[in-house]
């Protein structure tokens, strides 16, 4: 079982950009599907995007082309780039992790969360 410790996010302007960390404590880094989850006040978790443990990415539809998700399986870190930031952003972006051999934008498939890290865009 892994441990997940969120960082980097801040308040920015709109149009800038941010780099969120994810850092996992544990064995077998590289063996886990790696997913970042967002939630807006009022709002339900939303998927974000996932990468496998050797580097296939999903994104949701709304996020292609602005987010990257990363790993760095020798730093048992991911990150996800964040361009062009606007004010629909903000939110808590979470980080989520299972031993999967497949890659999900489902939230119950992860059993494993970090607290979160607020990013707020002001506009």
């Known amino acids: 079982q892994v441990e997940l410790v969120e960082s980097g996010g801040g308040l920015v302007q709109a149009g800038e950009s941010l780099r969120l960390s994810c850092a996992a404590s544990g064995r077998a880094f590289s063996t886990y599907a790696m997913a970042w989850f967002r939630q807006a006040p009022g709002t339900e978790r939303e998927f974000v995007a996932a990468?496998?443990?050797?580097?296939?990415?999903k994104y949701a539809d709304s996020m292609k082309g602005r987010f990257t998700i990363s790993r760095d399986n020798a730093e048992n870190t991911v990150y996800l780039q964040m361009n062009n930031l606007n004010s629909e952003d903000t939110a808590v972006y979470y980080c989520?992790?299972?031993?999967?051999?497949?890659?999900?934008?489902?939230?119950?498939?992860?059993?494993?969360w970090g607290r979160g890290t607020q990013v707020t865009v002001s506009s």
């Open positions: 989520a992790s299972r031993r999967l051999p497949f890659l999900t934008a489902t939230i119950s498939w992860y059993d494993t």
């Open positions: 990468i496998s443990g050797n580097g296939i990415t």
